[in-house]
């Protein structure tokens, strides 16, 4: 079974600062995974995914993801924070199996201070 | 390239009514999943449907019930709708690899539902 554990519902930073937001993952085997972004009243927007050619993930926007396999961890970084950047951010394992299914965090919200 | 879209964007029906929801997928996916995403929570798993068979379903009463389409479109049907089904349900759709699991899910924008 897998599961994905967000550890910060909320995340403030001003602008111009590096953000972390953390994920880990519990898995029985090296899963696929990605992180999206939601911002109000839309769909979710992919960033980045891991699929084990490189541990070290770039993404749009000027984000990245580091995965450690000996912490089980996926976190998202960016070095400098933008306004536009205050969103839902969602950590999200993919199946093997199970036709790719799916599992979510519960979501970190991004709040960008001027 | 058309992404994936949803109709219609914004719905309001009444407790007791019933209600469906279009998805048509990016143009080759053949999988098309639905999430029901309430308000401050992230999306849960409904159903998951790849080549016009149902490959999984979450933890949703009966009065949920989905299909796909030939062309891959699928419908979202909800019976006797309550208060608590008012939420945004977002389709989502992908390739598929089967023992990979690297394809990432493409998101439409949503359906908002509300129930008075």
């Known amino acids: 079974a897998q599961s994905v554990t967000q550890l910060d519902s909320h995340v403030s930073v001003s602008e111009g600062t590096p953000v972390l937001l953390r994920c880990n993952y519990s898995?029985?085997?090296?899963?696929?995974l990605f992180w999206y972004v939601q911002h109000p009243n839309k769909g979710l927007q992919l960033l980045l995914k891991?699929?084990?050619?490189?541990?070290l993930v770039k993404g749009i926007n000027g984000f990245e993801a580091e995965f450690k396999k000996s912490e089980t961890s996926f976190h998202l970084t960016k070095p400098s924070a933008h306004m536009s950047d205050a969103a839902e951010y969602f950590c999200?394992?993919?199946?093997?199996?199970?036709?790719?299914?799916?599992?979510f965090g519960s979501g970190t919200k991004l709040n960008v201070k001027p | 390239d058309a992404g994936v879209t949803q109709s219609p964007t914004h719905l309001i029906k009444t407790r007791g009514q019933h209600v469906t929801l279009r998805c048509s997928p990016i143009?080759?996916?053949?999988?098309v999943s639905w999430y029901q995403q309430v308000l401050g929570q992230g999306p849960q798993f409904i159903f998951q449907?790849?080549?016009?068979?149902?490959?999984g379903r979450g933890n949703f009463p009966d009065r949920f019930s989905a299909r796909q389409f030939p062309n891959y479109s699928s419908e979202l049907n909800v019976n006797a709708l309550l208060l608590g089904d008012s939420a945004l349900y977002l389709c989502?759709?992908?390739?598929?690899?089967?023992?990979?699991?690297?394809?990432?899910?493409?998101f439409g924008d949503g359906t908002r539902l509300s129930i008075l």
């Open positions: 989502a759709s992908s390739l598929i690899n089967r023992g990979r699991g690297d394809q990432p899910q493409h």
């Open positions: 898995s029985s085997y090296s899963p696929s």
């Open positions: 891991y699929t084990s050619a490189a541990t």
């Open positions: 999200v394992a993919s199946s093997l199996y199970n036709f790719n299914k799916f599992y």
């Open positions: 143009s080759g996916h053949k999988s």
């Open positions: 449907y790849y080549e016009k068979e149902e490959r």
